[in-house]
């Protein structure tokens, strides 16, 4: 079992940042892939970033690259979603996810079915 708890979320103008945090705790960290998603109002869950065990594959849907950065702290079981240029599409509220990779150092996924565990997620809203 992992606990996930999502922080950072809240209110901003368009064109600036917002650093989102997920405290992971439970299982070693380390043993997980890490995902973030995103839910808007009336749409469908979708898929923002996920970052491999150690860091090293990272993937990022298409409307955030260059925007958003995924980043972990193994030793701080946190992962961190930093969020650049934020723009009024980016409003949401943001979950993170753990996936039980099975020991592939370099796997992350893009599919929420591969995730095993989820926070209860935090509100981005931003203005225009």
């Known amino acids: 079992q992992v606990n996930l708890v999502e922080s950072g979320g809240g209110l901003v103008q368009a064109g600036g940042s917002l650093r989102l945090s997920c405290a992971a705790s439970?299982?070693?960290?380390?043993?997980?892939?890490m995902g973030w998603f995103r839910q808007a109002p009336g749409k469908e869950r979708e898929f923002v970033a996920a970052?491999?065990?150690?860091?090293?594959?990272?993937y990022y849907v298409d409307f955030v690259k260059g925007r958003f950065t995924i980043s972990r702290d193994n030793a701080k079981n946190t992962v961190y979603l930093q969020m650049n240029s934020l723009k009024f599409e980016d409003t949401a509220v943001y979950y993170c996810?753990?996936?039980?990779?099975?020991?592939?150092?370099?796997?992350?996924?893009?599919?929420?079915?591969?995730?095993?565990?989820w926070g209860q997620g935090t509100q981005v809203t931003v203005s225009s």
């Open positions: 970052i491999s065990r150690g860091g090293g594959t990272t």
């Open positions: 996810a753990a996936s039980d990779v099975r020991g592939r150092l370099y796997y992350a996924s893009r599919a929420s079915y591969e995730y095993d565990y």
């Open positions: 439970g299982r070693t960290f380390s043993y997980y892939a």
